[in-house]
């Protein structure tokens, strides 16, 4: 797990080298993965852990009872349902760099009528360690049982956990050369320099990275037990998201970027002006000019040339899973199952601040073209003065719907054990721009692709102690909505060249397991095939083009070792060792299309798909690290019961032969040349210390627990991404 700048909740997990977006998050069952680019926002989570139950982690190759699969893996979360036991609890916490915590749970635990109830609430806030990151969080959680009979059972589980949050930008990571510059002009030490913390020229505080979201999610669970070999469950959900955070917006008619809000770029602090030439981007003291910007636009005869956008994300999404299980026989256990889901993402930017200015002149109006919105051509509707509460750049909806089957066989007979699974799916997206489009334009063509996964394995018990089992699997995976348009935020334009992402995966492994050692070796393969990447862009007559390059693929292969000792009953040892070899294992090429689909040569003029005028690009990157995540990673863990009622443990981790994260998209390809990527950074290596312990006692009667915790015990200073 990798903390993203510092933020509260801005956080990803990596598993074998492949980030939230290829692999699979679910909470009970229900995906929570973003529909759109597939990514997980733990930030709006935070607060379930007081209500988990369990928490299933499988890497690689399994089982998985949903209809659109992960290549690195599954996560999912098991709340707290009619098994919690009467009673409850309210606690407090608190910790370093201001951090609080409030919460409180009640259980009713099963009536005789079959009624059950859980009830959460929590509040947490604080700083994090980087400057100006205050947060505050809340987390509320419902869970309500009926048990009709032995056979009927609804559950209905509602939670949410609305937060708001300080961020550093998202190109706030710097070279060590400018962190050294940071505190040797600036006096800010041990990396926490934020390059958007600062004050306008009224003193008050402001930023351009701030966040706010809710995402309740809902769902109605209905179990029945057929009969002894039977059962269905079936649960229908609705998550409502709203919020988003701060986005910078500029009139480039004047030079201006949104860039400009950024305090640092790729690397490296900014230590110009504005496009002034005047106002410097940083104060001496290394805050960001906010009064500056103020005086920009109060200057202005043309108005704002800077101001702030909240760039809203909301979502309405509905979805319906149902799973029977039943048993053929006396050996073959099957299960098999549909998945639909309907997603509708609205996504716009509302100025929220014109920073003293009388007005904003959004210059993105000046891209819509006059054949998709007849206001184009209007002089007076492209230069309209905007203000607070007016939209600017984007105001799109994204539509995504998915449909899905998925099947598991399991044979169990003696010492051998084996299974075949898959999955079936068709999705479909489509937008409605509101922007760049008039409502005759509006609505784009729907796009269906259609994906699917097999995967089969075997176990073998050699005794009763030793196991060993081998899983294959393949995927081909619909692309994701931001490569099935090639501008998902500004164009209905489709991208007709996108295909699947493919994936080959195979685990070969071994497990000892006695009444005192448990322990698994597990050696993976990953093959990742046709990571897509486009680019849109002019060509020297000024006619568009757009490119789709696929066969980008990357090979993630490795080691992996956990296990679990207990020599006597007050003890308990875990280790684990993963090593990894995570390569980008080709190069690339692309080449240039016009909307309708025909080749275009450098020129701008169309000619034969292939032909040696057809303009290209190529990407050389075969054999270079995937960064992000480190891939050898090692811990040692020991818990100690001192008595009944006192506990206490430590834990040990190291990060070792860890790449310094980079992204390559289509932005980084140039028409006629080939664009080299050059080795990461290899980040030190480090390790962490953290220390636990807990206490329990009475207090009036009632059961109390004092819990302590020391993470990074030696305050080791290390880079994790």
């Given amino acids: 797990a990798n903390r993203q700048g510092g933020g509260f909740g801005d956080s990803e997990i990596y598993m074998r080298g492949f980030d939230n977006t290829n ?45 659109s699969p992960s ?15 009467k009673g409850g609890f309210a606690s407090y916490a608190m910790g370093s760099h201001g951090f609080n915590k409030l919460a409180f749970s009640l259980s009713t635990g099963l009536s005789e009528k079959g009624w059950a109830m859980t009830l959460l609430g929590s509040k947490e806030w604080g700083n994090n360690a980087p400057q100006g990151l205050e947060f505050e969080g809340y987390t509320w959680f419902l869970s309500l049982v009926k048990k009709f009979n032995s056979n009927h059972q609804l559950t209905l589980t509602a939670f949410g956990s609305p937060q708001t949050h300080q961020q550093r930008s998202a190109n706030g990571a710097l070279t ?43 769902s109605l669970n209905h179990q029945w037990n057929i009969n002894d070999r039977s059962s269905l469950s079936t649960v229908a959900y609705i998550s409502l998201g709203r919020g988003g955070g701060y986005s910078g917006q500029a009139n480039e008619n004047y030079g201006y970027s949104f860039s400009n809000w950024r305090g640092s770029n790729y690397g490296s602090l900014v230590t110009g ?12 003291d290394g805050t960001f000019n906010y009064a500056g910007i103020q005086h920009i636009n109060a200057t202005s005869e043309n108005g704002s040339m800077l101001v702030m956008s909240e760039s809203k994300n909301n979502h309405n999404w509905y979805g319906f899973i149902s799973n029977y299980n039943t048993k053929f026989g006396s050996y073959i256990d099957f299960y098999g199952g549909v998945d639909f889901r309907y997603y509708k ?9 014109l920073y003293d200015g009388a007005y904003f002149v959004d210059s993105s109006r000046g891209k819509a073209l006059p054949a998709n919105n007849k206001n184009a051509s209007n002089e007076a509707w492209r230069n309209e003065k905007l203000g607070v509460g007016d939209v600017v750049y984007r105001d799109y909806d994204g539509h995504v719907m998915q449909e899905g089957a998925f099947f598991q066989a399991e044979y169990t007979r003696d010492q051998v054990s084996a299974f075949v699974a898959g999955s079936l799916s068709n999705t479909t997206y489509w937008r409605y721009d509101r922007f760049y489009y008039d409502e005759q334009h509006a609505k784009s063509p729907k796009v269906n692709k259609v994906g699917f996964n097999l995967k089969g394995g075997a176990n073998y018990n050699l005794n009763e102690n030793h196991h060993m089992f081998m899983n294959v699997g393949y995927l081909s995976r619909a692309p994701k909505f931001s490569n099935t348009f090639m501008q998902d935020n ?43 990447m486009i680019k849109y862009g002019m060509m020297e007559n000024k006619a568009e083009y757009y490119m789709n390059m696929t066969g980008v693929d990357a090979v993630h292969k490795g080691l992996e070792i956990d296990l679990k000792y207990n020599p006597f009953r007050w003890l308990e040892l875990t280790g684990m060792l993963s090593l990894g070899d995570w390569k980008w294992s080709n190069n690339a090429t692309g080449y240039a299309f016009n909307a309708q689909g025909r080749a275009l040569t450098a020129a701008g003029t169309e000619t034969t798909p292939g032909s040696a005028d057809h303009a290209w690009a190529s990407i050389k990157l075969d054999g270079v690290k995937v960064g992000g995540s480190a891939q050898t990673t090692a811990a040692l863990g020991t818990n100690i019961r001192i008595s009944k009622d006192l506990k206490i443990g430590a834990d040990w981790v190291y990060y070792g032969r860890n790449y310094a994260y980079y992204s390559f998209s289509g932005n980084n390809l140039s028409l006629g040349k080939e664009v080299s990527v050059l ?26 627990v004092l819990i302590g915790n020391v993470t990074n015990l030696f305050n080791n200073l290390y880079i994790t991404k």
């Fill in 23 to 67: 692999t699979a998050t679910m909470i009970n069952g229900v995906p929570v993965n973003d529909m759109e680019n597939g990514s997980v926002y733990q930030s709006n989570w935070s607060g379930l852990r007081d209500v988990v139950s369990v928490m299933q982690t499988q890497r690689g190759v399994g089982a998985s009872k949903v209809s």
């Fill in 71 to 85: 290549i690195g893996g599954t996560i999912n979360i098991i709340t707290k349902g009619a098994e919690a036991k």
């Fill in 176 to 218: 060590i050369a400018d962190w050294e510059k940071t505190e040797r002009l600036y006096g800010v030490k041990d990396y926490r320099y934020n390059s958007v913390y600062g004050f306008d020229k009224h003193g008050r505080r402001r930023t351009s990275g701030y966040n706010m979201y809710h995402k309740p999610q809902i």
């Fill in 273 to 284: 002006t504005f496009a002034d030439g005047v106002t410097p981007v940083l104060n001496p």
């Fill in 345 to 353: 993402g609205t996504h716009t930017n509302e100025i929220i601040d």
């Fill in 490 to 532: 500004t164009s209905n334009v489709i991208n007709k060249q996108a295909k699947n992402e493919k994936a080959l995966m195979v685990d070969l492994g071994y497990g000892f397991n006695n009444s005192h050692l448990q322990m698994n070796v597990v050696a993976y393969y990953i093959n990742w095939m046709d990571k897509s």
């Fill in 679 to 704: 080795d990461p950074w290899k980040v030190p290596a480090t390790s962490t210390f953290d220390i636990n312990a807990s206490y329990r006692f009475k207090v009036g009667g009632l059961n109390a």
